[in-house]
């Protein structure tokens, strides 16, 4: 099976940066995906990463080491409408025709005045 | 251009019911995939198909069924429903990674099926 872990909650400061690690042990890789979910709504791509390093989008950042089996996600400038749960995913096979993503639990942040 | 749509959003059935749940994918999606999402389990594939055909299914009992339409909808099925089967269903379309801007397969999810079984 696979594994991907990352933390349950979070919390941290409006203006503030907080920093959500995802740890994956999967069968194989083939692509890693953040996606954001408000409560009640569906989840939201925000970034994705296939080779090592870190790719910027804005207040959002996201950074993969293949090697160690690891990403994080970046959130800086925090605003109170980025409280939600954040969810770490693995593409784990590299058939093309796979689509199939395994995800985290996911991360609640929640932003405070 | 619409999103994905999944009806209903909310249902409440009892156990040993069934259940069928609908997607509409993206126009011009020809992926759709099935997640279950509960507290603490996080998201789990249930099963993807593409041009009426399965191609990929999670590790849920034969009692999770699914069916993809020629144009392009899908349904899914629960039979037998089970007090572990409350969760939200949901549904995701994508298209091949090749025609994205970003060269990976993104995944367009849909508000979901809040089902509760009692």
């Known amino acids: 099976g696979q594994n991907i872990d990352q933390p349950t909650e979070m919390t941290a400061t409006e203006g503030a940066i907080v920093q959500i690690n995802c740890t994956y042990q999967?069968?194989?890789?083939?692509?890693l995906f953040w996606y954001q979910q408000h409560a009640g709504e569906a989840p939201t791509f925000l970034s994705y990463?296939?080779?090592?390093g870190l790719e910027e989008k804005g207040r959002f950042s996201s950074f993969l080491s293949r090697s160690k089996g690891y990403s994080y996600l970046l959130l800086k400038e925090l605003q109170m409408k980025d409280s939600a749960s954040y969810l770490c995913a693995v593409r784990a096979n590299r058939r093309a025709d796979d689509y199939k993503l395994s995800f985290g639990a996911g991360t609640t942040v929640t932003v405070r005045a | 251009k619409a999103g994905v749509t999944q009806t209903p959003r909310y249902l409440i059935k009892t156990r040993g019911q069934q259940v069928t749940l609908s997607c509409s994918p993206i126009?011009?999606?020809?992926?759709v995939s099935w997640y279950q999402q509960t507290p603490g389990q996080g998201l789990q594939f249930l099963f993807e198909y593409f041009s009426e055909t399965q191609r990929n299914k999670g590790n849920f009992p034969g009692r999770f069924s699914g069916r993809q339409f020629s144009n392009s909808r899908s349904e899914m099925n629960v039979s037998t429903l089970e007090l572990g089967d409350s969760a939200l269903y949901l549904c995701?379309?994508?298209?091949?990674?090749?025609?994205?801007?970003?060269?990976?397969?993104?995944?367009?999810f849909g508000a979901g099926s809040r089902l509760t079984v009692l």
């Open positions: 995701a379309s994508s298209l091949p990674r090749g025609q994205t801007s970003i060269g990976a397969n993104v995944l367009t």
């Open positions: 999967t069968s194989g890789f083939n692509g």
């Open positions: 990463n296939v080779l090592d």
């Open positions: 126009s011009g999606h020809r992926s």
